[in-house]
Nanobody
Framework: QVQLVESGGGLVQAGGSLRVSCAAS????????MGWFRQAPGKEREFVAG????????YYADSVQGRFTISRDNAKNTVFLQMNSLKPEDTAVYYC????????????????WGRGTQVTVSS
């Protein structure tokens, strides 16, 4: 199994930037597609970004395309989400997840989940 721990969340002003990280345990990190999801209060969890095993391929939700960048460092078992031009609408708990699927975009396609890190964007 894989254990995932997010970090780096916090409070930022609209237009600012923040990078959240996800540290994974285990020796098979590079075997998983990694993804970021987020969930705002009163809303369902939504897909944000995904990155394939090698990191060569990434994909994003339309709402964050051009603003967010997902990356990974397989040597350090870590995946990142760089968030630029943040908007109040980005406020949510951000979750890291791991999947054996190629390009998963839905929660049911992911096998392991972190506990989340809060990102709050003020106006």
């Amino acid at each position: 199994q894989v254990q995932l721990v997010e970090s780096g969340g916090g409070l930022v002003q609209a237009g600012g930037s923040l990078r959240v990280s996800c540290a994974a345990s285990g020796r098979t990190f590079s075997s998983y597609t990694m993804g970021w999801f987020r969930q705002a209060p009163g809303k369902e969890r939504e897909f944000v970004a995904g990155i394939r095993r090698s990191g060569a391929t990434t994909y994003y939700a339309d709402s964050v395309q051009g603003r967010f960048t997902i990356s990974r460092d397989n040597a350090k078992n870590t995946v990142f989400l760089q968030m630029n031009s943040l908007k109040p609408e980005d406020t949510a708990v951000y979750y890291c997840a791991a999947s054996t699927n190629w390009s998963p975009k839905y929660g049911y396609e992911y096998d392991y989940w972190g506990r989340g890190t809060q990102v709050t964007v003020s106006s």
